[in-house]
């Protein structure tokens, strides 16, 4: 029944060292979202409603964390182009009436070889703009894993790049990690 679970310490800067992040997505309702403020001892619950807010000060949203699910969207293929030399489909996927969404519409660049999403523009409600999100990833084993995203609020002319290092793959994590008890302990 649940889908994707994600668990983020912060290790640096020194400032955010301490703070951590659970994720756990559901197929049957919102998302859990909860965030450890040490510097507070405040476990805080992200709510479906604050789903837009910038998460730790940076130009992504709680909701650029979460995984689109198929049955919230409406998609429609409208196009190929090339990206970075590589050959993609254009897909656009436009959130339904009863979703709660910052945006009008995604249009995604997605690997017509290895359907993996290379590039993203994010429109406001206005239609307009908002973000543009770039992908890059690392071939480890079979896996394509996410290791680069690099977001621009086209509308601040501000952006955030997030880079993820010393990834490890099928290392056998216990399912009971992802469980907000562990948010206020730093991994060994």
């Not at 339904?96 to 290895?114: C, F, G, M, P, Q």
Request: include cysteine; charge should be negative; charged fraction near 35%.
């Amino acid at each position: 029944d649940d889908g994707e679970k994600q668990i983020i310490w912060f290790l640096s800067p020194a400032d955010d060292k301490g703070i951590s992040f659970l994720k756990i997505e559901h197929d049957d309702r919102d998302d859990e979202m909860r965030i450890w403020l040490p510097s507070f001892k405040k476990l805080r619950r992200i709510s479906a409603k604050k789903r837009s807010d910038s998460f730790m000060g940076s130009d992504m949203s709680y909701e650029d964390l979460s995984s689109r699910q198929l049955d919230e969207n409406t998609y429609t293929l409208i196009g190929q182009e090339v990206y970075d030399s590589i050959s993609c489909h254009l897909l656009e996927s436009i959130p339904k009436e009863h979703i709660r969404s910052a945006y009008s519409r995604h249009i995604t660049w997605v690997d017509t070889n290895l359907l993996i999403p290379l590039k993203e523009e994010s429109y406001d409600k206005s239609g307009i703009i908002l973000k543009e999100k770039h992908f890059a990833y690392v071939k480890m084993d079979t896996y394509q894993i996410l290791r680069e995203i690099q977001v621009t609020n086209v509308q601040k002319n501000h952006s955030t790049h997030l880079k993820f290092e010393n990834i490890e793959i099928d290392t056998g994590v216990k399912d009971d990690l992802f469980h907000e008890r562990h948010l206020k302990r730093l991994p060994k």
